[in-house]
C-alpha cells in the first residue's frame, strides 16, 4: 500500500542554519505531496503542496520538489527561526475521482531551533 | 484558525467507558475527516464521510463509529475504551470527497486519556 517515510527525528539546529527533513513515499500513480506543521497544542496546518511532478511547493521560506524519479519531496529552508520549532509531518494523496482525499502521514519529524 | 472546530479538546474517562468527539466543518465543506495521532501508531486516518455518507474507512477499530449529520457536524463514538485508545483525534474538513489537489483543514484536536 501507499506509504511515506521521513526521517527520524529530533533535530536539532541553530538559528539561521540552513534545514532539510528528508522524506520519501511509495505510491502507485502519481499523488499530491504535501508538507504539514504541528506547533505545539496545536492541529496540523498545510505548509506546503506539490500535485504533479517537478512542481515546487513554497510558504513562509520552506520549499519542497516532486521528484518522480526518486520518490522524494523533501522540505529546505535557508535559514530557520526558533519560532519553526515544531513538528513536521510529510504526507500523499491520491488523485482521482476514486480516491478520497484521505491523507497518509509519515511518522513526524521533531525540530528544535536553538537561539 | 482553520475554521474547524471540536469539542472537547481534553476528555479524560476509564476503561471500558463511551466518549463521544464532536467536529464542525469549515462553513461550506462537505468532507469531514477522522484521524488518531498516537506515540506508537503515529497519525492514522481513521474514517472520512462526504455530505453525511461514509466514503472510505481506514484503521478503525469496531469499537469505534462516527456519523455526519445533515448540518455536516460529525462525532466519533469511542466505545469499551481501553487504555490503548488514549490519542490525540484530529478532525479535518474539506470542499470537495476526492484526492489531490483538495486542501484539508484541520481541528486543534480532542486529547482522550484513558485510565
Known amino acids: 500500500g501507499d506509504s511515506v517515510t521521513q526521517m527520524e527525528g529530533p533535530v536539532t539546529l541553530s538559528e539561521e542554519a540552513f534545514l532539510t527533513i528528508n522524506c520519501t513515499y511509495t505510491?502507485?500513480?502519481?499523488?499530491?505531496l504535501f508538507w504539514y506543521v504541528q506547533y505545539p497544542g496545536e492541529g496540523l496546518q498545510l505548509l506546503l503542496k506539490?500535485?504533479?511532478?517537478?512542481d515546487k511547493g513554497s510558504n513562509k521560506g520552506f520549499e519542497a520538489t516532486y521528484r518522480k524519479e526518486t520518490t522524494s519531496f523533501h522540505l529546505e529552508k535557508g535559514s530557520v527561526q526558533v519560532s519553526d520549532s515544531a513538528v513536521y509531518f510529510c504526507?500523499?494523496?491520491?488523485?482521482?475521482?476514486?480516491?478520497?482525499?484521505?491523507?497518509?502521514f509519515g511518522q513526524g519529524t521533531t525540530l528544535q531551533v536553538k537561539p | 484558525d482553520s475554521g474547524v472546530t471540536q469539542t472537547p479538546k481534553h476528555l479524560i474517562t476509564a476503561t471500558g467507558q463511551r466518549v463521544t468527539l464532536r467536529c464542525s466543518p469549515r462553513?461550506?465543506?462537505?468532507?469531514v475527516y477522522w484521524y488518531q495521532q498516537s506515540l506508537d501508531q503515529g497519525l492514522q486516518f481513521l474514517i472520512q464521510?462526504?455530505?453525511?455518507?461514509?466514503?472510505a474507512k481506514g484503521n478503525i477499530l469496531e469499537r469505534f463509529s462516527a456519523q455526519q449529520f445533515p448540518d455536516l457536524h460529525s462525532e466519533l463514538n469511542l466505545s469499551s475504551l481501553e487504555l490503548g485508545d488514549s490519542a490525540l483525534y484530529f478532525c479535518?474538513?474539506?470542499?470537495?470527497?476526492?484526492?489531490?489537489?483538495?486542501?484539508?483543514?484541520f481541528g486543534q484536536g480532542t486529547r482522550l486519556t484513558v485510565v
Open positions: 505510491a502507485t500513480g502519481y499523488p499530491s
Open positions: 479535518a474538513s474539506s470542499v470537495g470527497g476526492a484526492g489531490g489537489h483538495t486542501e484539508a483543514f
Open positions: 504526507a500523499l494523496s491520491r488523485h482521482g475521482s476514486s480516491n478520497t482525499g484521505k491523507l497518509i
Open positions: 462553513s461550506g465543506d462537505l468532507s
Open positions: 464521510y462526504y455530505n453525511g455518507e461514509e466514503r
Open positions: 506539490a500535485t504533479k511532478a517537478d
